[in-house]
């Protein structure tokens, strides 16, 4: 048939195409183009039905791939001709339809964009210091949307009846808020509250004014937001960071700070051209940068030349730094009591805050899914997150399988879920530490939302191989068909289906602790891997564990460990902080092997080597005394050149070969630590020759295994791969004998991306029908 002939075709577009501009996008560009027809939402993504020559009707849908707007995503695009014509004279935006299971996929929410700054901003403007002010290119979606199609009466906007003024841009496809679901305006939108500590409301002129002046005056506020409730303080006073501390029972762990804008930002971090773009981005996340010497509070980050920094991401914050007393950066911290969710409800957020909070700002836009800020840190593969949630949830990650649809439970610490759809998998926003009921209830009501919204019925489910995550326990009660995966496997998994790489790896997986299939726990390995299949060739040394998991709260534990392993006489160690009586009781456990089970970890490896050298003795927060270290490192690295000083770092590495596996003994590299300290060498130097020597030790590990494997394609993941130095020091050397190295990227290289690995594992047996558990 002629390129000039009158056709129609039906074309289907799936991926991130609804709460983000895509149907007016095409609208205007069916305009532009002569093509006549409709678009109209449905479960399976966006179906358009367009008239015009062939050839024009070819053009438009380059055009539609070349020129999508921001936010978009397509993941699949199917055209059919059809006939008859049906003589459409114009094109024509139809209302959605909703029959069948959905394949839409919703929108992360998504920072302001410059257009809507400048409508709070500009004086006269009607939207002039409105705090909700949104349009298709920004807003709030994930943490308002309810169920399929992404409409505004299944958002918890559907309490806020569209004014005139707001209707008729809702229905113009040449305004920039058509079809933009949270639209609201003064008149017909949310609004907000000031409210004193016992949860009163005060009627005064502008809550955002009260607020600032508290926060002036070094009180503490909480402020209900997009994702949930934030605490904030003055950032420059150590008085009212501290105060925060003590309130909230946080005595060291790094806080985040929400600064102005990027010359702000710049006067206490160094700024890169790539933390510019990260900061200023569409997903706003907090991201971890080096700190200056200035005037911020040096209790922000304890021990630590890290700071994690955000920039206003909603109209609200960005509102709140143009108030005349607002100090210009803000400590924005999970509104939470230690260890439980962020609270999202007003009621509830004044009855478990009015204790640590001074006053209270409130809205009354109902919050449907709590989410918690995006943590993000740069390196030299590019941006790694380490926490991932608002701004990246719920977008999927392309699988190469076709899955059936499964849920995969995930781990104990730093929680997520993942389910999974055909060839996509939807990683659940950070859940956080699965250790108590509360988590478990936002655990829970998470799934329940995310299935309901994905249209996802799961037919089998995967968990952990340890039997006493709670997690494993609520994949026990679904009843479903179960799958357990190994710990560090699962981990392996992850990059594998993140990066799609083919056949099998080397994976070094260096963590706190995972169950291993021989029942003792480990984490320090490498293993041949695919998401089929696992072979563990090597691994640390085992280690004693002293009081079991007391040990990753207490490090001192893992420094006797490491000592009596050694061989060391107890009269001759020196942990002063400590009192003898409690160690020479653990020595004793020691000895009788009582409650002392035997560990391969790097994470408790770290901890043990920061105890002996008096970096951190006892941990108030998860990998303190690692991070510590690390930072003591780092001060000794300062500019000299990591590559360097690995090239004429040589220590003496001695591995050996068991019966099941490759070992590398960390003898010798407890015996240079002690050395060192002994000869009154600076500690921070002592923790910079601990690293090199460690990653040069785990270099010559891989090369011996790949040797014999013949394989020399890498994973490194697990939590340590979180440390900057060990990571890039592994790359470096790696990359130099031509290795193929990946990591975690979009992925957490943390416990926060073992859910997905699970699902792959898990799928794929599924599909293969191999064993599984019965539930």
């Known amino acids: ?14 991926g991130t195409v609804q709460g983000v501009g895509f149907r007016p996008f095409v609208y205007r560009l069916a305009r532009q183009n002569k093509v006549f027809g409709t678009i109209f939402n449905n479960d399976q993504g966006v179906i358009i039905e367009a008239e015009a020559a062939r050839a024009t009707i070819r053009d438009f849908i ?16 199917q055209q059919e001709w059809k006939s008859p014509q049906k003589g459409f004279t114009d094109f024509t935006i139809l209302p959605s339809v909703c029959s069948k299971p959905s394949h839409a996929m919703i929108p992360a929410d998504i920072a302001l964009c410059r257009d809507c700054l400048r409508d709070i901003t500009e004086p006269g403007n009607r939207r002039f210091s409105y705090p909700f002010t949104n349009c298709t290119n920004c807003g709030p979606r994930f943490t308002i949307v309810e169920s399929i199609p992404y409409d505004r009466p299944m958002t918890s906007m559907k309490s806020f009846p569209l004014c005139p003024a707001c209707r008729a841009e809702y ?23 000031f409210h004193d500590a016992m949860g009163k409301q005060l009627l005064v002129s502008s809550p955002l004014q009260e607020i600032s002046f508290a926060l002036c005056q070094g009180k503490i506020a909480a402020m209900r937001g997009l994702g949930g409730f934030h605490l904030m303080v003055d950032a420059h006073s150590e008085w009212a960071v501290n105060r925060l501390r003590n309130k909230k029972g946080r005595k060291s762990k790094p806080l985040a700070v929400m600064t102005k804008n990027l010359e702000s930002a710049a006067s206490f971090c160094q700024l890169s051209q790539e933390a510019e773009e990260l900061l200023s ?4 996340p907090i991201v971890l940068l080096p700190r200056k010497e200035n005037g911020l509070a040096r209790s922000l980050t304890p021990n630590i030349d890290i700071i994690g920094v955000m920039l206003p991401y909603t109209p609200l914050h960005s509102l709140l730094f143009t108030q005349e007393d607002c100090p210009q950066t803000l400590v924005m911290t999970s509104g939470n009591r230690s260890g439980a969710p962020i609270f999202t409800d007003s009621m509830a957020g004044v009855a478990g805050l009015r204790e640590i909070a001074d006053c209270f700002l409130l809205h009354n836009r109902e919050i449907v899914t709590r989410v918690d800020d995006s943590v993000v840190k740069i390196t030299s593969r590019g941006p790694q997150l380490l926490r991932r949630a608002r701004g990246y949830v719920p977008s999927a990650t392309p699988l190469d399988n076709t899955l059936p649809p499964l849920l995969a439970c ?27 009921l509360e988590s478990l209830d936002f655990y829970k009501e998470s799934i329940d939302h995310l299935t309901r919204l994905l249209q996802v019925e799961p037919e089998a489910v995967v968990c952990d191989l340890h039997p006493d995550y709670l997690s494993s326990h609520f994949a026990r009660e679904t009843g479903l068909p179960l799958y357990r995966v190994q710990h560090h496997h699962a981990h392996a998994a992850a990059v594998i289906a993140e990066h799609n790489i083919q056949g099998k790896v080397l994976a070094l997986i260096l963590d706190g602790s995972g169950l291993g299939d021989d029942n003792s726990l480990w984490g320090g390995e490498v293993l041949e891997a695919d998401c089929s299949s696992y072979t563990r060739l090597g691994s640390l040394t085992s280690m004693l564990l002293p009081g079991g998991d007391a040990a990753a709260e207490e490090p001192w534990r893992m420094a006797l460990s490491l000592l009596y392993t050694s061989g060391c006489n107890l009269d001759n160690v020196q942990l002063d902080s400590i009192e003898k009586t409690k160690q020479q009781a653990l020595w004793q456990m020691m000895k009788q092997g009582f409650n002392c089970p035997s560990t391969t970890s790097c994470g408790r490896f770290f901890d043990g080597v920061a105890a002996i050298l008096g970096v951190c003795l006892k941990a108030d927060y998860e990998g303190q005394a690692a991070i510590e270290l690390e930072a003591l490192a780092n001060q000794a690295l300062g500019k000299q050149s ?7 770092c040589s220590p003496h590495t001695n591995i050996i070969q068991t019966e099941q596996r490759l070992v590398l003994q960390q003898e010798d590299l407890l015996s240079l630590v002690l050395k060192e300290k002994a000869a009154g060498r600076e500690t ?7 690293h090199l020597c460690l990653i040069k030790n785990l270099f010559t590990l891989l090369l011996k295994i790949a040797q014999q494997t013949r394989n020399t394609t890498v994973v490194l993941s ?4 979180q440390n900057s130095l060990l990571l890039e020091g592994l790359i470096i050397l790696l990359e130099q004998v031509g290795f193929s190295v990946y990591t975690g990227q979009n992925i957490p290289v943390n416990d926060a991306g073992i859910s997905l690995g699970q699902a792959v594992i898990g799928g794929l047996r599924h599909v293969s029908g191999s064993t599984n558990e019965s539930a």
């Open 1 to 14: 048939m002629s390129d000039t002939t009158l056709s129609r075709a039906e074309i289907i577009i799936q």
């Open 62 to 77: 380059k055009n539609i791939h070349s020129t999508l707007p921001p936010l978009a995503r397509i993941t699949s695009l």
């Open 642 to 648: 990591i590559a360097d000083l690995l090239a004429s």
């Open 171 to 193: 229905e113009d496809p040449e305004n920039r808020r058509f079809h933009a679901q949270p639209n609201a305006c003064p008149v017909c939108g949310p609004s907000l509250t």
């Open 410 to 436: 995930g781990a104990g610490l730093k929680s997520t879920f993942c389910l999974t759809r055909g060839q996509s998998a939807f990683l659940s926003q950070h859940i956080g530490d699965l250790f108590n």
């Open 684 to 690: 921070a130097k002592i923790a910079l020759d601990f």
């Open 718 to 721: 697990g939590g340590c791969m």
């Open 281 to 284: 981005g569409t997903e706003h």
